[in-house]
């Protein structure tokens, strides 16, 4: 249970994280790129955008990877009950079976007629 939770959250982490960097990034070239258009800068506006374009596709196949990981995971209990429909197939009865009511026995006289 334990891991199957830890998974659960790194994928959460990875979503809000992949969140946050698509929503950086502008589709013309600009977005967080085009903030940096200083000299003194360590990171040129090409490789700003190469690394939120790696981060983009690293953090897509964590999330890929990790829900792998989560569907192994899954606490599964012990199955000791049978199935509600199989119990309630053997529980059903007979729709062609006559029923058996109980009728009353004729009282009889004494003759023999």
């Not at 200083?38 to 490789?47: D, E, L, T």
């Not at 990790?66 to 059903?92: C, D, N």
């Amino acid at each position: 249970m334990g891991v199957y939770i830890l998974v659960t959250v790194l994928i959460i982490v990875a979503c809000v994280l992949q969140v946050m960097i698509v929503l950086v990034q502008n589709s013309k070239g600009g977005g967080l790129a085009a903030n940096f258009t200083s000299a003194g800068q360590s990171m040129g506006v090409r490789k700003t955008a190469d690394f939120l374009e790696k981060a983009t596709w690293t953090l897509a196949v964590a999330i890929l990877i990790l829900s792998l990981a989560a569907t192994a995971t899954i606490p599964r209990g012990k199955v000791e009950q049978e199935s509600v429909i199989s119990t309630a197939i053997e529980r059903q009865q007979d729709p062609n079976a006559i029923p058996t009511l109980p009728t009353p026995v004729p009282e009889s006289d004494g003759d023999n007629n």
